[in-house]
């Protein structure tokens, strides 16, 4: 018995038709853009209780499933634990909004998106774009739905550089943020890692400067890419636990370069599964897009005590102990910047072995701090 | 004016001849076998004063310089603060030898090494081998100089692993050992960035299953390869003071995929300069080789007290407080094990914010430490 297909609960909001480009932080411009996105609950009549969720780096808009009467089976999305009726991201209470970054491959305009100049996906034609960028057209669809202003923006990884975005761009816009494993801006590490998995792919000959749609594309080097990514969102401790130097299928060494240890065959594993899901062009887009990101400078740009008469913009940082993508020295950073900004902020450091990839796996820590935090913004 | 052409001092030990070929410890056999090594300063009547130094997977037989009067000028070698007269490493008073490790390309026999069959490289037809069998290879050339009974044996990473591999494999031929920035195995860490740089090599068509030498090889893999190598051995720190978020030759984002930031060149400059002096296949072999690596089944056999009477093995284990390939942590472990297997153990943790790469980097720390282990023997 073969299960039913899941419904596609996308929904598409598209702007910046020609002549009305949008004009990016480079300076150049992009038009039509699609950003596709999912919605979860209703949009109360005071239009006052939307929370927008930013996905990370490789994410979609599906982070929960839709269990509506009409919608059959669906399958989970990637923060099932924490978004739906009685969760922490209440969907009884709240209108939760998750938009598809631009640069991505879910949905929203992207590099393999068709480039209106010929109609063939624009690859390296598709204009550099930042997280600046990406919160441009995430505000451009909030208008769209007719939401002045959003009770929280909240998300990890690449998805809490939204969310300090959001605060730097529209600070007038946003009640309360929730920046969860993230940085102010990458540190050398970081912006290494990225830069081996661009080499990766941009070292694979069917890369072909990125025009390889249509035809064979850069999959051995996305793999690879992918395999440097996985073992960034792990940790030491996580991989021991997991692994530690446990043999694959068998007792002995296989004295061949096929792979001996599970940890070899789990990143080939992910490598592979990587490459039938996400495009390479796109990785090169949004890695860029978070190693150009720095909030630091701008942090004069943050709402004011006093800006929306009776209100104060509300920060929750969330880092994990064993996080050393985005360490919690980094979260204490943000902290103490936040501070010094005049913002109120509240932080906490979760224990937990897991490393960078914490914030997607069940926890009922996170639950519980999150919901706590959006309830106590009445 | 041009510089004199440094003097080869590489001296070079041939042996397993057919029919009396290596037995490796996968069961392979193997031969002829070539060791290349270096020597400093002169053998004691005694023949009790040499030390043997071990070094890491990419190293070579240069471990210092030789200035004696007939050599000319002469480049560093890797080790050049550690090894020389008065140094930690007093080639006044001890007799030096390093000698290149099998699978290697600097001399000893490898994957690029004729095969005997046709003459033709190796390449894949190589055996795989473990430290077991370089340690082995190593014991053969120490056998061929007439030298009994070794002072110390003293290596950092992988060849520290060859230090501990001769406290297990020869305990009765080996007075002290210097084991720093290794391991008894491998994490499941650092084997997942060896797989990773193994896979980034094997995906590049022109890798050919290891068949490339006389073509074009796979330098675009093995670049990337080593730009992951490379990372693990730095640290946050280190590349936080190093390179920040500085830019390359400019005060603006490119907004393009040409590298902004000065990490990203330096790691491009190391792959490209890595594959002008590195065979890939050996990258293979000497990462499973490491892979392979473990000595906690095998600590019985270490020497007990009372084994070669009068005489106890001692040990110096050295880790380095920012080395995240092998933590200290891991350090303790071995140091644990050694006493428990009641050898005569000191262990220091340095302090030092450049990773793993710490004890290439001269520091008097470790001289001090080193020299006074030596010295300390009498």
New interface residues.
């Given amino acids: 018995m073969t299960a039913p297909a899941a419904a596609d609960h996308r929904r598409f909001f598209t702007f910046a038709e020609a002549p009305d480009l949008l004009r990016l932080e480079?300076g150049?411009t992009l038009g039509p853009v699609t950003i596709a996105y999912e919605t979860w609950g209703e949009l109360s009549p005071g239009r006052d209780n939307a929370i927008l969720v930013a996905h990370a780096f490789s994410g979609d808009s599906h982070a929960a499933s839709h269990r509506q009467a009409d919608s059959g089976e669906d399958k989970p999305g990637w923060w099932e634990f924490m978004i739906g009726p009685g969760k922490a991201i209440d969907t009884d209470r709240y209108f939760v909004l998750c938009p598809n970054i631009l640069g991505s491959c879910m949905g929203s305009t992207g590099p393999s998106s068709p480039n209106p100049d010929d109609g063939r996906p624009y690859g390296?034609a598709f204009?550099?774009m930042t997280i600046g960028d990406m919160v441009t057209t995430q505000k451009r669809l909030v208008d769209h739905l007719g939401i002045a202003q959003l009770r929280g923006v909240i998300g990890g990884s690449v998805g809490g550089m939204q969310v300090l975005e959001w605060m730097v761009r529209y600070p007038e816009v946003v009640r309360s943020a929730v920046a969860i494993a993230t940085t102010m801006?990458?540190?050398?590490?970081a912006?290494?890692?990225n830069?081996?998995a661009?080499?990766?792919i941009?070292?694979?000959?069917n890369w072909r400067h990125g025009d390889y749609y249509g035809g064979r594309g850069p999959d051995?080097?996305l793999?690879?890419a992918r395999?440097?990514g996985h073992?960034t969102y792990?940790s030491?401790e996580a991989?021991?636990r997991?692994?530690?130097?446990k043999l694959q299928d068998k007792e002995n060494?296989s004295?061949?370069?096929d792979?001996?240890?599970q940890?070899?065959s789990y990143?080939?594993h992910q490598?592979e599964k990587f490459v039938n899901r996400f495009d390479a062009n796109s990785v090169?887009y949004i890695t860029?897009a978070a190693?150009?990101f720095?909030i630091v400078e701008r942090t004069a740009q943050l709402a004011r005590p006093g800006d929306r008469p009776g209100q104060r913009s509300r920060y929750l940082v969330v880092s994990y102990t064993s996080d050393?993508l985005y360490?919690t020295y980094q979260a204490r950073e943000l902290v103490r910047t936040l501070k010094r900004s005049g913002q109120d902020v509240s932080f906490c450091e979760i224990e937990a072995d897991c490393g960078h990839d914490a914030f997607l796996i069940p926890d009922q820590r996170l639950s519980t701090l999150v919901g706590g935090f959006f309830d106590g913004l009445d």
């Avoid at 801006?185 to 590490?189: D, G, I, K, P, T």
């Avoid at 941009?202 to 000959?205: L, R, V, Y």
């Fill in positions: 480079s150049a390296l204009p550099m801006r990458h540190s050398a590490l912006i290494a890692f830069e081996i661009r080499q990766s941009m070292a694979d000959p051995m080097g793999a690879v395999m440097v073992v792990l030491d991989m021991r997991k692994f530690g130097r060494f004295f061949g370069f792979g001996d240890f940890v070899e990143l080939r490598g090169l860029k190693d150009y720095d050393w360490p």
